[in-house]
């Protein structure tokens, strides 16, 4: 089983509607991330947070807006997104290292399968 | 910066055949690596890693991997597959002493297992 869960699953929604992704890790790691994998590609950066800040934003549209309202959760929140933004979003986390001490180990959760109509 | 080529996309093999999944990576420091796997509708899963010490590194699901840094190579082999070895498998690097710095991925390389 994973140890990092997302839901939900599967989500449909037209490009009008307010929707949310959502993360939850129990592991006391203090990083988390959002990617965004499409169909045959492999996963691509979205927005890390360390300590619950945001440290990376990798030229998003701000029609995601991500939010870390504690150290176990993540959300993804959507609005007005298009039919390109369809895909799989993958959150994952990982002990935040500082510099030199050590590496930075990932645990992906399933995913939430995202269609936009 | 870094980079990650996986030379195969993909790679058809037989049951119970030995397999290996080529890694590439280009890097100007030193770097820690990665292989996870993908099944199908579901996220990734760490197969193994590269931190330090021994080159061999083994794995999950009989899997092991082989760093070498002369040829900047991180190979993935299975001396025997089954059928639910059918997955999307992704190469990683992250640069040492980087604090949270993201992976970088291959584009992967989809393993199909044929009875």
């Known amino acids: 089983d994973t140890e990092v869960t997302q839901t939900p699953k599967h989500l449909v929604m037209g490009m009008t509607n307010k929707k949310s992704l959502k993360c939850e890790q129990h592991?006391?790691?203090?990083?988390m991330y959002w990617y965004k994998q499409k169909a045959k590609k492999p996963p691509e950066l979205m927005f890390v947070?360390?300590?619950?800040?945001?440290?990376i934003n990798e030229s998003v549209p701000s029609r995601f807006s991500p939010e870390c309202p504690n150290s176990s959760l993540l959300n993804l929140h959507l609005h007005a997104l298009q039919p390109e933004d369809s895909a799989l979003y993958l959150c994952?986390?990982?002990?935040?290292?500082?510099?030199?001490?050590?590496?930075?180990?990932?645990?992906f959760g399933a995913g939430s399968r995202l269609t936009v109509l | 910066a870094q980079s990650v080529t996986q030379l195969d996309s993909q790679v058809p093999v037989f049951e119970e055949a030995p397999v290996e999944l080529r890694c590439n990576y280009s890097?100007?420091?030193?770097?820690?690596l990665f292989w996870y796997v993908q099944y199908p509708n579901q996220g990734l899963q760490l197969l193994l890693k590269?931190?330090?010490?021994?080159?061999l590194v083994k794995g999950i699901n009989g899997f092991e991997a082989e760093f070498n840094k002369s040829q900047t190579s991180f190979h993935l082999r299975k001396p025997s597959v089954h059928i639910s070895d059918t997955a999307e498998y992704f190469c990683?690097?992250?640069?040492?002493?980087?604090?949270?710095?993201?992976?970088?991925f291959g584009k992967g390389t989809r393993l199909s297992v044929i009875a």
């Open positions: 994952a986390s990982s002990q935040d290292k500082e510099k030199g001490s050590g590496a930075n180990v990932l645990t």
């Open positions: 592991m006391g790691h203090r990083a």
């Open positions: 947070y360390s300590y619950e800040k945001l440290s």
């Open positions: 890097s100007s420091v030193s770097v820690y």
């Open positions: 590269y931190l330090s010490g021994s080159t």
């Open positions: 990683a690097v992250s640069p040492r002493h980087s604090g949270n710095t993201p992976l970088v």
